[in-house]
């Protein structure tokens, strides 16, 4: 039976690095930034509102 010489190099299925390193960093920047647009929408329409709402009736209707 013959023997297989596989290095622990080359039995790896993929290999760690720069590129992986640098998909999950724009990844998060880029979760940062949709969350900073979401944040600002959100204060955007808080202030459209209108601040008093008017007072109930409290009474029977009809």
């Not at 999950?24 to 202030?47: C, I, N, P, R, T």
């Amino acid at each position: 039976m013959p023997e297989n010489k596989t290095t622990s190099e080359e039995a790896r299925q993929g290999r760690r690095g720069f590129p992986v390193l640098m998909v999950l960093v724009f990844g998060l920047l880029l979760a940062a930034v949709v969350w900073w647009g979401v944040e600002v929408y959100g204060l955007m329409l808080d202030e459209e509102q209108a601040i008093e709402l008017p007072a109930a009736e409290d009474g029977p209707t009809g």
